[in-house]
């Protein structure tokens, strides 16, 4: 499954034209960045490191507001931007948790409506979701920002 996660992201990084994947990788680059930030915060929250969990949720929250300025969008990149957002989100944030948590990557808990809906999903199930969750917010910021 790895490989053709990263024959599929070569493919669509070779299949966009002129200069326009290294703004959009960059784009893929701060949306990554700023959900490490998000759920390496609600980790320590849960761990009982509050004070370094509201700094790096602030983080995120300034990342999040100043992505668009970053990047000098136009009003018509709004919704491929954002959408790319909550593609990356899906496919990274669980993750970026339970690794920071020392808990399995494919871990769900069960106090939250997605938890249990994520449980009844076989784990080979929820990796070909997040895969092509990736693969979509990956090509999105390539193709149109």
């Not at 499954?1 to 290294?22: D, E, R, Y």
């Not at 919704?79 to 990557?105: A, E």
């Not at 769900?108 to 809906?117: A, I, K, L, P, Q």
Request: contains cysteine; proline residues 3%; hydrophobic residues 45%.
């Amino acid at each position: 499954m790895k490989k053709l996660i990263v024959f599929s992201l070569i493919v669509l990084c070779m299949s966009a034209t002129g200069q326009n994947w290294k703004r959009g990788l960059a784009v893929v680059g701060y949306h990554t960045a700023t959900i490490a930030l998000g759920a390496i915060g609600d980790a320590q929250y849960d761990e009982g490191n509050k004070n370094v969990a509201h700094m790096l949720k602030a983080g995120e929250i300034a990342m999040v507001a100043s992505g668009p300025f970053v990047f000098n969008l136009n009003k018509r990149d709004a919704l491929p931007y954002l959408s790319s957002y909550l593609f990356l989100r899906f496919s990274f944030f669980d993750s970026f948790y339970n690794l920071s948590r020392d808990l399995p990557v494919l871990f769900n808990g069960t106090t939250s409506g997605y938890d249990e809906f994520m449980n009844q999903i076989p784990d080979h199930g929820k990796v070909w979701y997040k895969s092509i969750s990736l693969i979509v917010g990956v090509s999105i910021p390539i193709k149109h920002l």
